[in-house]
């Protein structure tokens, strides 16, 4: 609502396997969601996802940055040539159903200009990555360099520690074109005094037990064991993230790098025995994910590591097509919360 009565227009643009919310608007912009259900809406663009590992444009492609924002520029001309016009470029600051991807640093900056350019604003979805769980920065979108800010921030999840608190940022001029239809936007529970107490003793806890210095260093940590896990394992094709947000693409052959699903769900199955709770995402479901609470320590990270050393050096690792009994192939993966 902000961004379409900041510019007048209606469409928005996504990234190709992005999950954004349940409500039937985010749905909408959701084609994780929506190709399932309804399918693709008219005033929705879809954008590939910035991902060098397995994407368009991989990690020898000479500028995947500028190849990718092109990407965004030429769905934009295409809108413009049906009469079309683009009022946001919404994305996840780390895309996470996506398949824990880390964009190449520069690409939203580029990105933002061809939106903009074409009178739309730029929408950093911080709900899963924000308040420190990078690491080197408070805000995921930080990862693309200090001279990047978007337009609007979408913050939750963190900001309560499992209360339900959401919150949204953005600048003085979209916000009194917001307020300047007259129609009074009203929340039940907004600003209510217990959510602000909730988020403020969130807020203190990070600061004051140094959360996002802690995030740096226990995900370096982790990063550099499962490193180690990927020159051991050929099953491990790619290790990227940044502090406690990490993934682990698990693939069948290093040369197609097909993703390799069935080894994934069994390994998070098996890991639940061990009383370690990973999910997976991605579109191959092969990915798995690191998405931790904050309190995560080095201890914790080694006996991960070393569960699934144990597992991937028995027949997980040695059989990377998956050849398990239907028992094992149809167990149950379980998810959990991030």
Known sequence: RLARQYTKHEDVIVLDHAYHGHLTS?????????????GQKEWVHVAPVPDTYRGLYREDHEDSVTAYANEVKNIIEQ??????KIAAFFVESLPSVGGQIIPPAGYFQKVAEHVRKAGGIFIADEIQVGFG??????WAFQLQGEDFVP???????PIGNGHPIACVATTEEIAEAFA????????TFGGNPVSCAIGLAVLDVIEKEHLQAHATEVGNF???LLKEQKIKHPIIGDVRGSGLFIGVDLIKDQAQRTPATEAAEHLITRLKEEYILLSTDGPGRNVLKFKPPMCFNMEDAKFVVDTIDKLLTGNIGQNSSCEWSEDQASSEMLL???
């Open 26 to 38: 985010l749905i909408d912009i959701s084609p994780y969601k929506f190709r399932n259900l309804e």
């Open 79 to 84: 809108a413009h040539k049906r009469g079309r």
């Open 133 to 138: 769980r990078v690491g080197k920065h408070f």
């Open 151 to 157: 337009d609007i921030v979408t913050m939750g999840k």
């Open 180 to 187: 300047s239809t007259g129609v009074e936007y009203f929340n």
């Open 222 to 224: 982790l990063m550099q």
């Open 336 to 338: 959990t919360s991030s």
